[in-house]
C-alpha cells in the first residue's frame, strides 16, 4: 500500500528557532500534498495543500509567512515554522495523494510533535 | 459550533460487541463521508468512503450516512482488540480535497 513517512517524529526546539518537517511518499508519487496541525483534544485542521511544483494554497487564518511549504519534487515536500513559538507547539501530518482529483485518496503520514519551549 | 461533532471516549467494549461510532455536522453541502482509523503513533487509515446518503458495508465494518438528519455512523461487528485504535470521522463537499475532520473517539476492546 502507499506509504508516507515524516520526519522527524518529534522536536523539540527554543522559540525564536525555525523547524524543518520533511514528509515522503516512499512508494508512489505525490502530486498533491496536504499539511494539517492538531492541537490536543482537537480535530485535525487542513493548514495548507501543495501541488508539485506550484505555490501552496493556505487555509484561512494560516500564516503563509510562518509556515513555508515547498514541494519542489513528487516525493517529497516540506513544512518549515519560521520563528516558531510556544504556540506553535502541535502535532503537524501531513499526507499525500497521486493526483490532484478531489476523488484522489490521501495517505496520510504518522505526524511530527513540535515541541515549542 | 464546530463543523464536525465527534464524542472523543474512550468507548469500552468486551471483544465480540457490535461497535457503534457517531457524527454529527452542520454543514448541509457536505457530501463525502469518510472513516478513518489511527493507531498510536501512526498517521490516520482510510477505511471507507461514502457518497451522499445511504449505507455502505465492508466486511466486519458498515457506515451509514443520514443527510436528513446530519449524523453519520460506522458500525464494527465482532469486535476485535485488534480494532483498538482512535476512529475518526471526515467529511468534504469535494471528494478528499478540503476535508474536515472530528475530534476522533477512541475505542478500546478489551479480550
Known amino acids: 500500500g502507499a506509504v508516507v513517512s515524516q520526519h522527524p517524529s518529534w522536536v523539540i526546539c527554543k522559540s525564536g528557532t525555525s523547524v524543518k518537517i520533511e514528509c515522503r511518499s516512499l512508494?508512489?508519487?505525490?502530486?498533491?500534498m496536504f499539511w494539517y496541525r492538531q492541537f490536543p483534544k482537537q480535530s485535525l485542521m487542513l493548514m495548507a495543500t501543495?501541488?508539485?511544483?506550484?505555490?501552496?494554497?493556505?487555509e484561512q487564518g494560516v500564516e503563509k509567512d510562518k509556515f513555508l511549504i515547498n514541494h519542489a519534487s513528487l516525493t517529497l515536500s516540506t513544512l518549515t515554522v519560521t520563528s516558531a513559538h510556544p504556540e506553535d507547539s502541535s502535532f503537524y501530518i501531513c499526507?499525500?495523494?497521486?493526483?490532484?482529483?478531489?476523488?484522489?485518496?490521501?495517505?496520510f503520514g504518522p505526524g511530527t510533535r513540535l515541541t515549542v519551549l | 459550533q464546530k463543523e464536525v461533532e465527534q464524542d472523543p471516549g474512550p468507548l469500552s467494549v468486551p471483544e465480540g460487541a457490535i461497535v457503534s461510532l457517531n457524527c454529527t455536522y452542520s454543514n448541509s453541502a457536505f457530501q463525502y463521508f469518510m472513516w478513518y482509523r489511527q493507531y498510536s503513533r501512526k498517521g490516520p487509515e482510510l477505511l471507507m468512503y461514502?457518497?451522499?446518503?445511504g449505507n455502505k458495508e465492508d466486511g466486519r465494518f458498515t457506515a451509514q450516512v443520514d443527510k436528513s438528519s446530519k449524523y453519520i455512523s460506522l458500525f464494527i461487528r465482532d469486535s476485535q482488540p485488534s480494532d483498538s485504535a482512535t476512529y475518526l470521522c471526515?467529511?468534504?463537499?469535494?471528494?478528499?480535497?478540503?476535508?474536515?475532520f472530528g475530534t476522533g473517539t477512541r475505542l478500546l476492546v478489551s479480550p
Open positions: 501543495s501541488n508539485e511544483g506550484s505555490k501552496a494554497t493556505y
Open positions: 499526507s499525500a495523494a497521486g493526483g490532484r482529483s478531489s476523488t484522489d485518496t490521501q495517505y
Open positions: 461514502t457518497y451522499s446518503s
Open positions: 471526515a467529511m468534504s463537499r469535494t471528494g478528499f480535497q478540503k476535508l474536515v
Open positions: 512508494d508512489f508519487q505525490a502530486t498533491t
